[in-house]
């Protein structure tokens, strides 16, 4: 069955830090699409990044890029310098070749301190 | 280019009641999904419609039902609202083009409180 696992609820970062943000995938499908989503308190879902199971290389956006380990089904997002206003839940998201919807993770809840 | 945009922001009904949901997609997007996000449950897929016809579907109740219009605004509609309902409910629209490289982008939701 397909399946996203965000292992971290919570996390808490000094600013200016980097953060990794954990996310492992199972599918049997050759093609997918995993994607992350920052969700701040006013609920919006906004995307962030996107990498396909075929792409070569990690995707990078900005300060966001995800680490993609195909053999180990992970797909980390990683954060450079940390902002306060990074403050949010973060999900990840996958999308498979054979259907329209996404499966997101329970996500995790990060918190950056001044 | 305006984003996803969702009506009304926030919404109090009592069990029993009916409600309807309005999503009006970016410009030039064909593909709205429909999304209920609760604390337990997380987030959960209601159903998608491209072109006017549903072409997937969550595991709901039939009490949950939607559609789309030819200019693909979408509608969803929770007849015999119960407690269970509360919950944010996500629109999000994309170009449908491919399946897997698609990214949707949402609108900030509906608050629906259940009473």
């Known amino acids: 069955a397909q399946k996203i696992t965000q292992t971290q609820p919570g996390m808490f970062v000094q600013e200016k830090e980097a953060v990794t943000l954990d996310c492992t995938y199972d599918?049997?499908?050759?093609?997918?699409?995993l994607f992350w989503y920052k969700q701040p308190s006013s609920g919006e879902m906004i995307f962030l990044i996107y990498?396909?199971?075929?792409?070569?290389q990690n995707a990078t956006e900005g300060r966001y890029s995800l680490n993609f380990q195909k053999a180990r089904k992970s797909a980390n997002l990683v954060i450079s310098a940390s902002q306060l206003g990074d403050s949010a839940m973060y999900f990840c998201?996958?999308?498979?070749?054979?259907?329209?919807?996404?499966?997101f993770g329970k996500g995790t809840r990060l918190h950056i301190l001044p | 280019k305006a984003g996803v945009t969702q009506t009304p922001r926030y919404l109090i009904k009592t069990r029993g009641q009916q409600v309807t949901l309005s999503c009006s997609p970016i410009?030039?997007?064909?593909?709205v999904s429909w999304y209920q996000q609760t604390p337990g449950q997380g987030l959960q897929f209601l159903f998608e419609?491209?072109?006017?016809?549903?072409?997937n579907k969550g595991n709901f109740p039939g009490r949950f039902s939607g559609r789309q219009f030819s200019n693909s605004r979408s509608e969803m509609n929770v007849s015999t609202l119960e407690l269970g309902d509360s919950a944010l409910y996500l629109c999000?629209?994309?170009?449908?083009?491919?399946?897997?490289?698609?990214?949707?982008?949402f609108g900030p939701g509906t608050r629906l409180l259940v009473l």
């Open positions: 999000a629209s994309s170009l449908a083009h491919s399946r897997v490289q698609e990214t949707q982008y």
């Open positions: 599918t049997s499908d050759p093609s997918y699409g």
């Open positions: 990498q396909g199971s075929y792409d070569q």
């Open positions: 998201a996958m999308t498979l070749n054979r259907d329209d919807k996404i499966i």
């Open positions: 410009s030039g997007h064909r593909s």
């Open positions: 419609y491209f072109s006017e016809t549903q072409r």
